[in-house]
Every structure is written in C-alpha cells, then in structure tokens.
C-alpha cells in the first residue's frame, strides 16, 4: 500500500475524486493519509472533514523562508510515513529541499496538454487561444513549471459551441476520471520493480 499526502489550495475536486475513487474500490494500491492546504480557506479542507481525512493547514506567511515552510512540511510528511505526494491545484512551486527528499515521487495534474499551455492558467490560456484541442497532461514535479516528465496525457476536442465554462467543466470531467486510475497504474508498476 502506498501512503500519499494530497497538496491543494483551492477547491480540492481532484482530492475528493482521489479517496472516493479508493473508497469505491476503483483504486486500491493507496491510501490518501493527509491533506495539506497553504491557503486557510481552500475548500479542500471542507471536503477533508467530510471525508475524515486529516488535514492540516500549513501557513506559508509563518516562515522566514520557502526552505524552512518545506522542512517543516517534510516533517509532517515524515510522521506519516508519506510515500508519494500528489498535487491537485497547488498553486506553489516546489523547490529542491522537499524535490530531494521526495525524488520522482511528486505527481501533478496539468489542465493543458503540456508542452502546450503551462502556467496556471492552463484552461483559459487555451480558450482564449482559440486552438481547437487541449487537453489534461499527470507529470512528475521537477524544478520548472509544468516542465516534468510526462506520465499519461489525453486530448479533448474544444467544440467552436463552447463557453469557457462548459471547457473547464468538460477538462475537470476528464481530471477526475483519470488521476485516480493512473496513480493506481503508476504505483502498481512500483510495487512490482
Ligand atoms: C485542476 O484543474 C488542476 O488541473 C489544476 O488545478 C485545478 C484544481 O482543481 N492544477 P480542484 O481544486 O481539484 O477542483
């Protein structure tokens, strides 16, 4: 069983989608352990009470530096025994302190599909670009932004009908029904190195 700690700031749907896809037997090989948000008011952390999943809310404003905030985030994920750790719209780059203690074992969900569209405004940066593709890219965290290696990606069309809204809602749809299923791909592969 792999132990993971889910990062997010805001809303926290891909959280929810992760342990209820556990819950329904979709996924297996983990268990989410811990929630750990860096905004008071992520909606995540709502959904972490219902969910009974422990959740701590870490304050960046609290530390002298990134180093520090990240040390002590390690040392919470060290009680826990984490393994892997999987962001679902963390809006904070990962630096080399928590990168080194936890090499290719950091997963993040891209609502583009990188290379195209990094950043964080990865679903209206596409729309606005009019292109008639994008799509939803699960990568590795390295250094960069959105620069890691590719782990699975899939393409969506972007019907010429659609709002901007109705895109977001289409690339969620497609979030939430592959993160669960390739973190239990990813990890059935560990075990069996
Ligand atoms: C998702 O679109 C994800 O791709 C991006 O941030 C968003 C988080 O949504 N990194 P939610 O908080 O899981 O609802």
Redesign the pocket.
């Known amino acids: 069983m792999v132990n993971i700690a889910v990062f ?10 992760i342990v209820k896809a556990k819950e329904g037997r979709e996924a297996s090989n983990y268990s989410v352990k811990l929630l750990i948000a860096d905004k008071k008011d992520a ?2 952390i709502e959904r972490a009470k219902k969910l009974g999943i422990k959740n701590i809310f870490i304050d960046p404003k609290g530390f002298s530096s990134k180093f520090e905030f990240e040390s002590k985030i390690i040392e919470i994920l060290k009680m826990e025994a984490i393994d892997f750790i999987v ?5 904070r780059i990962i630096s080399s302190n928590l990168l080194n203690e936890y090499p290719n074992r950091i997963i ?4 583009a599909y990188l290379p195209e569209f990094p950043g964080k405004d ?2 209206s940066d596409a729309f606005e670009a009019g292109v008639k593709e994008t799509g ?1 890219t699960i990568h590795f965290v390295d250094s960069g932004v959105d620069t890691g290696e590719i782990i699975y990606q899939e393409r969506l069309n972007i019907d010429s009908e659609w709002d901007l809204n109705k895109l ?1 809602e289409e ?2 749809k497609i ?1 939430h029904r592959i993160y669960p299923m390739v973190l239990t791909k990813l990890f059935e592969k560990g075990e069996n190195k």
């Open positions: 997010a700031s805001g809303s926290g749907s891909n959280f929810e989608r909606f995540a962001l679902a719209g963390y809006m993040n969900i891209h609502p990865g679903i939803v977001k690339i969620h979030e």
